[in-house]
Nanobody
Framework: VQLQASGGGLVQPGGSLRLSCAASGSIFSINNIAWYRQAPGKQRELVAAITSGGSTSYADSVKGRFTISRDNAKNTVYLQMNSLKPEDTAVYYC?????????????WGQGTQVTVSS
């Protein structure tokens, strides 16, 4: 099983980006999925999460600007990021609890860089 994150890049303040994270391999089901981020010199922090039932939660710093969603048919989670700020600059990682042949395992994607700068 692999998680492949994509969609990062350089964007000006106030701009938007959409991150994607696709799971592949012998997957029975995907439980909770989340996006984390880590800025230089800081700890990794939880940005947004979505349960298998579609319930969502967000860090206070991104509420109202970011939206997490999932497409279960494609085993993919998205993070729509609007009104981006320089402080959103970080490497973004997806994380998923996946039920597979070996049992329920925790997986991390490789990270995608988001840079917000003028």
């Amino acid at each position: 099983v692999q998680l492949q994150a994509s969609g990062g890049g350089l964007v000006q303040p106030g701009g938007s980006l959409r991150l994607s994270c696709a799971a592949s391999g012998s997957i029975f089901s995907i439980n909770n999925i989340a996006w984390y981020r880590q800025a230089p010199g800081k700890q990794r922090e939880l940005v947004a999460a979505i349960t298998s039932g579609g319930s969502t939660s967000y860090a206070d710093s991104v509420k109202g600007r970011f939206t997490i969603s999932r497409d279960n048919a494609k085993n993919t989670v998205y993070l729509q990021m609007n009104s981006l700020k320089p402080e959103d600059t970080a490497v973004y990682y997806c994380n998923a609890l996946i039920r597979e042949i070996a049992g329920t395992m925790n997986y991390w994607g490789q990270g995608t860089q988001v840079t917000v700068s003028s």
